[in-house]
């Protein structure tokens, strides 16, 4: 079964929602965040993935494989995506509830690739480093269980 067959026939999509995704080069052992600016009420200042609110009826891969193009400039395919975990979020930009789809796919594709659209900064960011970094409560969380699987 494939990565996408698998997120579509395990995955019961909860409305509203949103979803974020990350970058990871195996072979560097290093992971693309998105540096949050400070005109941002979720998490401002702080390290995060790339991500934003469903739009229509599109899945939560679907969005994620949307946000990372339009906040990267970038393509990835939504067959590529891992679906990592997903939770309850309490507050969001317009200070509401909505369910929250965290995914990464793997990628060496330089930095100098890619543009930032939004926010302050993105880097390549090493997992011995990532716990370092000033990262939201959630994306830490997220970075705990991805590091965790990864290492089975």
Same mark, same amino acid.
């Given at each position: 079964?494939?990565?996408?067959s698998? *997120?579509?026939?395990?995955? +019961?999509? /909860? =409305?509203?929602?949103?979803?974020? @995704?990350?970058?990871?080069?195996?072979?560097?052992? +290093?992971?693309? &965040? #998105? &540096?949050?600016?400070?005109?941002?009420?979720?998490?401002?200042?702080?390290?995060?993935? $790339?991500?934003?609110?469903?739009?229509?009826?599109?899945?939560?891969?679907?969005?994620?494989? =949307? +946000? *990372?193009?339009?906040?990267?400039? *970038?393509?990835? /395919?939504?067959?590529?995506?891992? #679906?990592l975990?997903?939770?309850?979020?309490?507050? !969001?930009?317009?200070?509401?509830s909505? #369910?929250?789809?965290?995914?990464?796919?793997?990628?060496?594709?330089?930095?100098?690739?890619? /543009? &930032?659209?939004?926010?302050? !900064? $993105?880097?390549?960011?090493?997992?011995?480093?990532?716990? +370092?970094? !000033?990262? @939201?409560?959630?994306? =830490? /969380?997220? &970075?705990?269980? $991805?590091?965790?699987? *990864?290492?089975?």
């Amino acid at each position: 079964m494939s990565i996408r067959s698998t *997120i579509k026939s395990t995955m +019961e999509i /909860k =409305r509203p929602f949103a979803a974020n @995704g990350f970058l990871y080069n195996p072979k560097k052992q +290093e992971v693309l &965040l #998105h &540096l949050r600016d400070g005109n941002t009420r979720s998490n401002p200042n702080k390290w995060s993935f $790339f991500g934003g609110r469903g739009e229509g009826e599109e899945t939560p891969a679907q969005c994620c494989v =949307r +946000e *990372i193009a339009e906040e990267l400039t *970038i393509s990835i /395919k939504e067959e590529d995506l891992v #679906h990592l975990r997903d939770y309850f979020s309490e507050h !969001d930009e317009k200070d509401q509830s909505h #369910h929250q789809y965290s995914f990464y796919t793997e990628s060496d594709l330089p930095k100098s690739k890619m /543009k &930032l659209t939004e926010g302050a !900064d $993105f880097d390549w960011v090493s997992l011995s480093k990532v716990f +370092e970094y !000033d990262l @939201g409560d959630e994306v =830490r /969380k997220s &970075l705990k269980v $991805f590091v965790e699987n *990864i290492n089975k």
